[in-house]
Nanobody, 118 residues
């Protein structure tokens, strides 16, 4: 069973940046799309970035385009999410997971809290 550990969250002022890290264990992610999700209390988890396995193609919702960058290191079984120009609406717990057909494949990690103060 693949397990994820997310890190790098914190408190940042609006307009600032954070870099989140995701480390996977228990299996290789090299053959899967990796996604970063976020969730705020009372709302569904939202996919905010994804990166495919071979070509490294990335996909972002409109809310993240131009501000977020996702990268992966298949050799290290890790992924990162660089978030710039942060807004208060980006406040959430952020998670990573393997993605297939828009759905997460494995159990969720503990996530990492991002809080953006305005």
């Amino acid at each position: 069973q693949v397990r994820f550990v997310e890190s790098g969250g914190g408190l940042v002022q609006a307009g600032g940046s954070l870099r989140l890290s995701c480390a996977a264990s228990g299996g290789s992610l090299s053959g899967t799309t990796i996604g970063w999700y976020r969730q705020v209390p009372g709302k569904q988890r939202e996919l905010v970035a994804s990166i495919t396995t071979t070509l490294g193609s990335t996909l972002f919702p409109e809310s993240a385009k131009g501000r977020f960058t996702i990268a992966r290191d298949n050799a290290k079984n890790t992924a990162t999410l660089q978030m710039n120009s942060l807004e208060s609406e980006d406040t959430a717990v952020y998670y990573c997971n393997a993605v297939f057909a828009g759905r997460a494949l494995f159990p969720w990690g503990q996530g990492t809290q991002v809080t953006v103060s305005s």
